[in-house]
């Protein structure tokens, strides 16, 4: 509503020796302001603040009349009225010289600046005033109150009198009322003879008149508080009538706000008690009251004092108050407290230290609120006199503090938008960010026909749906626009201000006429010629409708009211805009859809249709009138009515359920009187005309109803005119803003599925509900209240000196205004279901469903109720979180919200929110059943707390095996870590770093991780020194922490049982691959563990299937026949030319989908592994090792040409044409020594190269094979042997079978497997045929030591059947590949790069082994 700007102002003053100043009084139009101290009176400027006159009075008038106390101002600004200590009245008059100016701007030469501007000198310059004492009146009785009263002075004195004293005729115009005689009752129903104050001394300490109520309250100087009515136009005794507040006792001072008809009497305990007078009695009634709460002001709540003062803004939205000792508090007119200077930044330092509160003789508002004129007590005292010596301004006792307001205090039209708009005195600050950015804004679906699409902006989506959360909640941040300072110079101070619909335009009023901005082109349109300006004061604020501003005003020229209506684009001027005359002064305008309704000071309704006319280039808006409607016996005063709208609410929903059209219309109008809410609906029941053709508009013709009232301490009304048939109930509905009482929503109740309404169901219901914000727009499809904050920065650290202590910026901080939001959902679902209305709750729940924040709504629900009913110190005769429970189990996300909102609660509550949820062991098995791992190991947490430790160890290796079963390592690393704190009887914690740390097998990895190096470097250092030592594969790391001291505890045996059963299954399934992840994850000694399962899990039973299970798992494609070498002599010469072209057909496109062509690797490794099969000398390997970059420019020629990524039709083709070049192609024969590369062995090389699979399988194949050997694992070494076709591999495990002791079952199961595969290879994927041909010799010496050890018997083949059997399988199987390898390899191969690049520091395990789906870098 009201927000503190920056730091306030000291004013300084020029006069030599000033007095102290203690009292400050603006005049009526708050132009100037009258500074009295002890005795001078000093009549200053406002804007800008510069003084104007002062008057000294001589020394023995001063003795004579004792110090000043109190100024008044005439309603016309011609004279004010001083009060004297001793009795006297000193009347003066401010007679100002024309066209005489203190102060002129001056402007460089040749500037057409405003010379030609009427009344351009008053605005611009503080005027030349004289002040000359004209009337002293002595009352002889010291003065303790003086209020204008119209005409009149009322002034009340210390004996008990009142005296009404005319302006003008002084003398004549005295008459003397005394209090005694005034008879006071309850209320005016009474007797006419009310009890008589009765006692002597009883005098008036403090009053106020109040216009609107035609009276003024007061304060007697023995704390009662009062109203005084005059019963008829003549003030005597006997016409005079007060009524009681029955309640206070301890009054202290008072202040009246005309516009809400309220009277605030301050009490001596700090508080604030807020009255209105009962129109049907008469009697004093209490609405509400401003206090401290120890909640939010622990420390001072119950120490302010008594309260000292309390002035209303100039436009009665929010009021003032001071306390005896300091501080001031900024509340809204029915008592939302907004700002107060007792708590926070204002009373503490930055280094914690109290300040002292600021305080306060005398203050008053500025125009329009933008200015809060204070005189500090605390620095008036301590005016420092060597200052006097020197010729410097004072610092003056005044301060001036700033304030930026909602556009909703003066321009309440501005309801209906649902952007936040804050006025400052010339700036305005909003909160729809940038203009540019705003998606999908919002508007009215029902009439978008209206306007042709060109019209809807350059930026306007063509579905106007909703505008973009983001744009309205995306940051903390205003989008701050300056006011044009030619349009502020001489149209200071801004009245009213208006932003349209889709948040891109807005326009403001000052003095005269109005200004608009665009914030998409981010320029002014003002007035072209300044008269035109200068004639039109706007009075009923004003609004948008689509491109046009629709305001009123009253044109000086013509003395005449108008409805204008002016095109955003066209130029500002009245020959384009549309001019209605008016019978009577408007006092409030609004739009709702393509109606305007004005409320006039005869207290009469008009609605008006506008309607767009595209004529020419700019086209224009016509209005006609629709409906008068006179509510002048409704309505006391013109002045009380606070906002008009016109609404599609009504109270009979059925109609609308049976016709939705009719849902759109202006169905009522809603009046806001004086903070009482009245509807005044469309009057249905008359006969109602069928014939819709004759006169389209008949309907809207409809007379109103008398009026309702809907609600009290009404502050705003917000509502829409969209339609959202999802959204209904939000949609629908009416909200208000209630001050102190929170917000409440009138929300329409519909039957389900268009059945019959209840007849006992009303159709609308009215919920409160608190906020912990002030409202100032609703977001409505978002369940959202937008509002403003006020936020502080301390600075006192810049001014560290002594002398620096009188600094503004160290007494105070620097104010600043904050955008914030808040839900809203989660209070009406509650409040439905506390009235039974499950049913509606559950219909508005699952409208609002798909919000990003509705789990946190449900989770505020659960959370608020469970705290209130848990603490509450009374049983709760209805508890309320059985039906809560209840109904969040309606959504999925139950298990969640359970979760997160008991692990957000204190332990000591958890017992009574289970009682109503579920036990928490069935949850957590729910969350099982639903593979919602997460949310289960939060409900462990729970168990764990709530349960013996034998359960929550059950249900955490329940969960423990699922994660491993599902590859959730992050989960499966904090189940170990939970069940050893539960073994150790620790709490939730990691266990301490070991100090001693064993070598793991998790780091094999640790080789390859800092490879700067391409695969060759790593394929050279592993055939060099393939028997790499143990500590170098194995460095200890970070995730050998586990395997610490304490592995022999009964724990660590308990989780290792299940680890060792988890990798157990995944080798008895031949996953290896995820083997290998759980290993490296896990930190799980894998080398250790093989050794021990070597003759049982870790032995192969099927090669072929083993060999085909790791082709598919590590996406490695089977070998090729080229297709020349078809008709080549194979070692046994079986091959069918037949079968090897099938074969070609259907292997080429299938292996090939699963390539990756890394042209970052180079070739030298697989050319390597090729050529060190023909013999074992370390020399031909090196000079094979040199050829190897000649080769590469040979072969990946044609593809790097194609760039890194590869389509899968390149491959494809490369492969096919590389195969087709014409030469012979000689099979390289295991005896083969001499080094000659043909032509066609360059090209076996190069279908070599292009049937490697990806490179991180390479590195991951090479990291199991290293594991194997070390665990002496020798089948498995053999079948990745076989998928690298490295025969250095092959050798390596035949030299270790026949070196060492080797069981003779391995080596027989070996030459068993090697029998399968060969016969497999030879039916089924002849590729593998030339590598099985030059491992030959060694099998053929294995089967000797076999044949040494084992009888002949054992040597049976594969059985045959499942050799075809598989053979029957092969094209599936190449199907199955195909469908595992279309994941795009090339991204994943990127992704794999960056994240090499992000994970550095973590183990090497992540890097090699992570889950994931079946492409080349398993990321």
């Given at each position: ?102 102060y002129e701007p001056m402007y460089p030469k040749g500037s057409p600046h405003l010379k030609g501007t009427p009344h351009y000198k008053e605005e611009q ?1075 790097l040409s194609k760039g890194d990524e590869c389509s899968i039709g390149s491959a494809t083709d490369l492969t096919e044409t590389s195969s087709m070049v ?198």
């Open positions: 509503m009201y927000f503190l700007s920056g730091w306030p102002k000291r004013l300084l003053c020029p006069l030599e020796s000033p007095e102290r100043p203690l009292h400050i009084r603006t005049d009526p139009q708050r132009a100037f302001f009258a500074v009295l101290a002890p005795s001078q009176l000093s009549v200053w400027y406002c804007r800008p603040s510069v003084l104007i006159v002062s008057y000294k009075e001589l020394s023995k008038a001063a003795s004579q009349f004792g110090p000043y106390k109190q100024a008044e101002w005439r309603p016309d600004s011609t004279m004010i009225a001083v009060s004297t200590a001793n009795g006297y009245i000193l009347f003066f008059e401010i007679p100002s010289a024309r066209d005489k100016y203190l310059c503080a005027p030349f005033l004289n002040l000359e004492m004209k009337k002293v009146l002595d009352l002889q009785a010291s003065i303790t109150s003086l209020q204008s009263m119209l005409e009149d002075l009322l002034v009340a004195t210390a004996d008990g009198f009142l005296h009404l004293v005319h302006w003008d005729g002084m003398t004549n115009g005295r008459k003397a009322i005394n209090l005694c005689t005034v008879p006071f009752s309850v209320d005016l129903q009474s007797s006419r003879a009310g009890s008589f104050l009765g006692f002597e001394d009883v005098y008036i300490r403090d009053m106020e008149y109040c216009a609107t109520l035609d009276g003024f309250a007061v304060v007697f100087n023995d704390g009662r508080v009062g109203f005084i009515t005059p019963m008829s136009s003549r003030f005597t005794a006997e016409q005079l009538h007060g009524v009681w507040a029955q309640d206070v006792i301890d009054g202290t001072c008072v202040a009246v706000n005309n516009k809400y008809r309220l009277m605030a009497f301050g009490c001596a305990n700090g508080s604030v008690q807020v009255y209105t007078i009962d129109t049907t009695t008469g009697a004093m009634q209490f609405s509400h009251k401003l206090e401290l709460t120890p909640k939010q002001y622990p420390d001072i709540w119950n120490k302010t004092g008594p309260v000292k003062l309390i002035r209303w803004s100039p436009d009665s939205c929010v009021v003032m108050v001071t306390w005896e000792c300091g501080g001031l508090s900024l509340w809204s007119v029915f008592g939302a407290q907004l700002i107060c200077t007792l708590g926070g930044d204002f009373a503490y330092q930055s280094d914690g230290t109290k300040k002292d509160p600021l305080k306060i003789s005398s203050m008053t508002w500025g125009s329009e609120g933008y200015h809060l004129w204070v005189i500090d007590g605390n620095s008036s005292q301590n005016t420092k006199p060597d200052r006097d010596a020197k010729n410097e301004p004072q610092q003056f006792g005044i301060l001036q503090f700033h304030f930026i307001k909602s556009a909703l205090t003066v321009n309440p039209c501005m309801s209906n938008q649902e952007q936040v708009l804050l006025q400052g005195e010339d700036r305005l600050y909003l909160n729809c960010g940038d203009a540019t950015q705003a998606q999908n804004p919002r508007n009215t679906s029902a009439h978008s026909e209206h306007k042709p699409t060109r019209e809807r902006g350059p930026f306007s989506d063509g579905n106007l749906d909703s505008q973009g959360l983001s744009t309205l909640l995306g940051h903390r941040h205003w989008h701050v626009v300056q006011i044009h300072s030619t349009y502020l110079e001489s149209n200071w101070p801004i009245r009213f201000s208006a932003i349209d619909k889709l948040g891109q335009n807005v326009a403001v009023v000052g003095k005269f006429g109005f200004a608009h901005y665009s914030l998409l082109t981010k320029k002014w349109k003002l007035f072209g010629n300044i008269t035109q300006e200068q004639n039109m004061i706007v009075t009923g604020g004003l609004a948008w409708w689509n491109d046009f501003i629709v305001l009123a005003c009253y044109n000086l020229n013509d003395h005449q009211e108008e409805l204008r209506i002016y095109l955003r684009t066209s130029n500002l001027d009245n020959a384009f805009a549309h001019i209605t005359k008016v019978q009577a002064n408007t006092l409030l305008l609004s739009v709702f859809r393509d109606i305007v309704i004005l409320f006039r000071a005869d207290c009469s309704i008009c609605l008006y249709s506008i309607e767009r006319r595209p004529e020419g280039l700019n086209p224009t808006a016509s209005v006609q009138v629709l409906q008068e409607v006179s509510m002048s016996r409704y309505i006391p005063h013109p002045f009380l009515v606070v906002s008009v709208t016109l609404t599609s609410v009504r109270t009979e929903t059925g109609i609308s359920l049976k016709m939705p059209q009719q849902a759109c219309e202006a169905e009522s109008i809603m009046l806001n009187l004086a903070g009482q809410l009245i509807m005044l609906q469309r009057d249905r029941s008359g006969p109602q005309i069928r014939d819709k053709d004759n006169n389209p508009n008949q309907r809207k013709h409809l007379p109103f109803c008398a009026p309702v009232v809907l609600a009290q301490s009404v502050e705003n009304v917000w509502t829409t005119c969209r339609i959202n048939k999802q959204k209904r109930h939000l949609l629908e509905a009416l909200w208000l803003s209630c001050g102190g009482a929170g917000m409440k929503v009138w929300l329409p109740l519909f039957p389900r599925d268009h059945r019959k309404p209840h007849s006992f169901l009303s159709r609308r219901i009215m919920l409160p509900f608190h906020i912990n914000i002030y409202p100032l727009a609703v977001l409505f499809e978002d369940a959202l209240v937008l509002g403003a904050v006020n936020d502080t920065v301390l600075y006192d650290c810049l001014y560290t000196q002594t002398s620096a202590r009188e600094h503004l910026e160290v007494l105070f901080p620097f104010s600043i205004v904050e955008r914030t939001s808040q839900i809203y959902l989660h209070h009406i679902l509650r409040q439905l279901l506390v009235r039974n209305l499950g049913e509606q709750a559950l219909l508005l729940a699952h409208s609002c469903a798909t919000l990003p924040y509705f789990p946190h709504v449900l989770e505020l629900m659960l959370h608020e109720v469970l705290e209130e009913e848990a603490t509450s110190r009374e049983p709760i005769p209805d508890p309320l979180l059985p039906t809560v429970a209840k109904f969040i189990t309606e959504f999925p996300l139950f298990l969640q919200t359970v979760v997160h909102c008991a692990r957000k609660t204190e332990y000591a509550l958890w017992n009574y929110l289970f009682a109503a949820v579920g036990n928490p062991k069935d949850l957590f098995e729910e969350c099982l059943m639903a593979q919602d791992l997460d949310t289960a190991a939060s409900y462990l947490i729970i168990l764990q707390n709530m349960e013996v430790p034998a359960v929550s160890r059950q249900h955490a290796t329940l969960l423990f095996n699922t994660a491993l079963e599902q590859g959730k390592w992050d989960l499966c690393r904090h189940m170990i870590r939970f069940l050893k704190a539960i073994g150790s009887g620790e709490t939730e914690t990691p266990p301490a770093t070991p100090t001693t740390q064993e070598p793991s097998s998790s780091s094999g990895f640790e080789f390859f991780r800092h490879r700067s190096i391409s695969l060759s470097q790593s394929a050279e250092n592993l055939h060099s020194k393939f028997n790499l030592t143990k500590t170098l594969s194995m460095p200890s790391g970070p995730s050998g922490k586990r395997w610490s001291k304490d592995s022999d505890c009964a724990e660590n045996m308990y989780i290792d049982m299940m680890l060792w059963r988890h990798a157990r299954r995944l080798l008895e399934e031949i996953k290896l691959k995820d083997l290998g992840c759980f290993a490296a994850q896990l930190g799980f000694e894998l080398i250790g563990w093989l050794c021990k399962e070597r003759a049982r899990a870790a032995r192969v039973e099927d090669f072929v299937f083993a060999l085909k299970k790791l082709h598919k798992d590590f996406l490695w494609p089977f070998p090729v026949i080229p297709a020349s070498s078809i008709n080549s002599p194979f070692k046994n010469g079986k091959y069918k030319t037949a079968m090897g072209e099938q074969l070609l057909k259907s292997q080429s496109a299938d292996t090939f989908v699963n390539m990756e062509v890394d042209t970052g690797v180079s070739s030298t490794p697989r050319s390597r592994s090729w050529l060190g099969t023909i013999g074992s000398s370390q020399r031909e390997i090196d000079t094979a090792s040199s050829h190897g970059p000649h080769m590469q420019d040979a072969f990946l020629s044609p593809l014409d030469g012979d192609w000689t099979m390289v024969d295991e005896n083969f020594s001499s080094l000659s590369l043909t032509q066609s062995e360059l090209e076996h090389i190069s279908l070599e190269l292009a049937s490697k699979g990806p490179h991180k399988s390479q590195v991951q194949l090479r990291y199991l094979l290293h594991i194997f050997m070390e665990a002496g694992c020798l089948d498995w070494c053999i079948i990745i042997g076989l998928i690298l076709r490295e025969s250095s591999v092959i050798n390596q495990v035949f030299s270790v079978m026949q070196s060492s002791d080797i069981d003779g079952e391995i080596c027989q199961n070996i030459k068993a497997g090697l029998y399968a595969v060969d016969k497999w290879a030879s039916t089924d994927c002849p590729g593998y045929k030339p590598f099985l041909n030059i491992i030959k010799p060694q099998i053929q010496k294995l089967s000797e030591i076999a044949e040494e050890q084992v009888q002949p018997e054992a040597f049976q083949p594969v059985n045959p059947s499942k050799v075809t059997e598989q053979a029957n399988t092969r094209v599936e199987e190449s199907r199955t590949l195909i469908s595992h390898g279309t994941n795009p390899q090339s991204d994943a191969g990127n992704s794999s790069a960056s994240r090499h690049e992000e994970d550095k520091s973590k183990t090497e395990d992540e890097d090699s082994f992570q889950e994931g789906s079946y492409d080349c870098t398993v990321s």
